[in-house]
């Protein structure tokens, strides 16, 4: 089995770059001729551009968009013309808000149809749950009132008013990677 080449280089976009959907991602965004001034970049462009934060070391849409213009092989992948005329964040961040769960189902259903009928041929079928949409099936997280206690003298008024409270922590962050594609499920209809 051939292994791919590294994250980042130039040799995977290149492995990579056939699989993507062009065509469908311009369906997908396909907009009416006539109305306004046409868009300077393709939902194709756009989304590769996207795939460029997962792909290579450029972590953030800024970097991703910065760097752009010096890496010539980036913009072969993006299917870019021109080293000048790149878009900025705003379009990116655009191009995100209208790329919604069903257009990215599309897209996962388009490239998972080839991998499905391959396997058609095996006597079993196995099904995985992505448990995420699933409520926990536990009540230990819940936060729970203190239950009333029977107090044997007066009590400071700022105590009372502290006990219904959360108890909160500075020092936790949130490690998760806010890309937006880390929620990308296969979808089987």
Same mark, same amino acid.
């Given at each position: 089995?051939?292994?791919?080449? *590294?994250? @980042?280089? /130039?040799?995977?976009?290149?492995?990579?770059?056939?699989?993507?959907?062009d065509d469908l991602m311009n369906s997908l965004f396909a907009e009416k001729a006539g109305r306004g001034r046409p868009p300077l970049f393709s939902a194709a462009?756009?989304? =590769?551009?996207?795939?460029?934060?997962?792909? $290579?070391?450029?972590?953030?849409?800024?970097? %991703?968009?910065t760097l752009l213009a010096e890496h010539r092989p980036w913009r072969a992948f993006a299917r870019l013309r021109n080293r000048r005329v790149v878009p900025d /964040?705003?379009?990116?961040?655009?191009?995100?808000?209208?790329?919604?769960? &069903?257009?990215?189902?599309? %897209?996962?259903?388009?490239?998972?149809?080839?991998?499905?009928?391959?396997?058609?041929?095996? #006597?079993? +079928? %196995?099904?995985?749950?992505?448990? +995420?949409?699933?409520?926990?099936?536990? &009540? !230990?997280?819940?936060?729970?009132?203190?239950?009333?206690?029977?107090?044997? @003298? *007066? $009590? =400071?008024?700022?105590? %009372?008013?502290?006990?219904?409270? #959360?108890? +909160?922590?500075? @020092?936790?962050?949130? $490690?998760?990677?806010?890309? @937006?594609?880390? &929620?990308?499920?296969? !979808?089987?209809?």
């Amino acid at each position: 089995m051939k292994q791919l080449p *590294p994250t @980042g280089t /130039a040799a995977l976009l290149e492995v990579i770059s056939p699989y993507i959907p062009d065509d469908l991602m311009n369906s997908l965004f396909a907009e009416k001729a006539g109305r306004g001034r046409p868009p300077l970049f393709s939902a194709a462009q756009l989304f =590769r551009i996207n795939l460029l934060a997962l792909l $290579t070391p450029a972590h953030s849409f800024n970097l %991703v968009v910065t760097l752009l213009a010096e890496h010539r092989p980036w913009r072969a992948f993006a299917r870019l013309r021109n080293r000048r005329v790149v878009p900025d /964040a705003k379009m990116l961040h655009e191009f995100r808000q209208r790329l919604d769960l &069903n257009k990215l189902r599309c %897209v996962n259903r388009h490239l998972l149809t080839p991998l499905l009928e391959g396997c058609s041929e095996f #006597a079993k +079928t %196995v099904g995985l749950i992505d448990a +995420t949409d699933l409520p926990a099936a536990t &009540n !230990a997280y819940k936060k729970i009132l203190p239950a009333s206690i029977a107090l044997t @003298g *007066p $009590t =400071r008024a700022h105590a %009372v008013a502290k006990t219904g409270r #959360a108890a +909160t922590s500075s @020092g936790i962050k949130n $490690t998760r990677f806010g890309c @937006g594609f880390d &929620n990308i499920v296969p !979808a089987f209809c």
